[in-house]
């Protein structure tokens, strides 16, 4: 897994942690994180910037198969995946290059599928859970008025959900949780929102792995830049006052009676978290990738940044490498993606980690 990989039409270099003593490989596995931009999405934003016979899945698809059988991940967890391409080609697709795939279905059946190498893992379980339903159950447990309690159900409701899935590591024996998410975009005006979402899951994923303690990893679209409440509650456990007022900074929830409130002050017993969570690429490379993310449809302006992440339990796993990002040139030369150098709206992120 140490060398570059040429990925579509473009080449990654691979960097390996710094360490004298390189762990056992029997206890490495790799992991791809990739969202792949679903047809019904290009058909919602009109991605009128890609010529239309680049568009689509029927250009793409076998783009992002060429792609993913060369990154070569023992897990792939994909994002915006739709029901009917996944049944009818991509897990076909997907078992001829030895994999086992589990797809969550969202109720606009736009949802997630995380994929593992049969010779690597089995599947012990699998959990689907919506994130809204998750903040529901914190609310439910707080003292709020009826009429706010129903407000702030109101406010939480997105289609934005998340797959968990355990596995069995052959190798090792170990068993390894992961969920595999896609949080809300709202053009990143909804930061309290996010956090909420992606708070609720971890806290979820936790308790579905057994623990803390047990090896654990979260990965997919946070709809998140590296320094919003959302990555500060994953790097540090907590938010500080700082972060707080930066999650406060969108719509307030409003009942029907008047009053208001930020659904962040609602739900603070999900503003903290046990785990030592550590981002593959932030320990690798000392920084997350300048772009991950990069199209001009659906909002005023132009995005370019790092939305995607492999988060990881460091307490329990650890992270021996990385595949650079491609350099930014590339990505913006055809002035945003898709293009014909890459498949997706996102750049696929893989990391090498390893049981402690």
């Not at 680049?54 to 029901?83: F, H, K, W």
């Not at 132009?302 to 307490?315: E, P």
């Amino acid at each position: 897994m140490g060398e570059g990989k040429s990925c579509a039409s473009y080449r990654r270099e691979w960097t390996d942690k710094a360490t004298p003593n390189s762990p056992d490989d029997t206890n490495k596995f790799s992991l791809v994180t990739y969202n792949v931009l679903a047809d019904c999405a290009v058909r919602k934003c009109e991605y009128t910037y890609v010529p239309e016979e680049y568009r689509y899945m029927s250009y793409r698809l076998p783009q992002i198969i060429t792609e993913l059988e060369a990154l070569n991940g023992d897990v792939v967890c994909l994002q915006e995946v739709e029901s009917e391409l996944f049944y009818e080609q991509i897990e076909p697709q997907m078992s001829a290059l030895g994999y086992e795939g589990v797809l969550l279905h969202r109720r606009d059946d736009v949802g997630g599928a995380t994929f593992f190498k049969k010779s690597k893992f089995s599947l012990i379980d699998k959990k689907y859970c919506i994130m809204h339903h998750l903040a529901e159950s914190a609310l439910q447990e707080l003292r709020l008025t009826t009429a706010m309690r129903n407000a702030a159900r109101q406010y939480v409701e997105r289609p934005n959900a998340c797959l968990l899935t355990k596995l069995h590591h052959k190798d090792t024996g170990k068993r390894l949780s992961i969920c595999n998410l896609h949080a809300s975009w709202d053009s990143l005006e909804y930061l309290g929102l996010q956090t909420v979402q992606v708070s609720s899951s971890l806290q979820e994923l936790i308790s579905f792995a057994g623990g803390a303690d047990q090896p654990h990893i979260l990965t997919g679209d946070f709809n998140s830049l590296p320094g919003s409440p959302v990555y500060r509650f994953l790097q540090d456990g907590c938010l500080d006052d700082k972060m707080l007022d930066e999650a406060r900074n969108e719509v307030p929830i409003q009942s029907p009676c008047g009053k208001t409130a930020h659904l962040i002050d609602l739900v603070g017993s999900l503003l903290t978290h046990p785990s030592a969570m550590k981002s593959t690429y932030a320990e690798i490379l000392g920084c997350e990738p300048s772009i991950t993310n990069c199209d001009d449809a659906c909002q005023s302006f132009k995005f370019q940044g790092c939305l995607d992440y492999i988060w990881y339990s460091a307490r329990t796993i650890t992270c021996t490498g990385v595949l650079e990002t491609p350099p930014d040139e590339p990505i913006l030369r055809h002035h945003a993606l898709p293009s014909t150098l890459f498949p997706s709206d996102h750049i696929a992120l893989k990391g090498e980690l390893c049981f402690v």
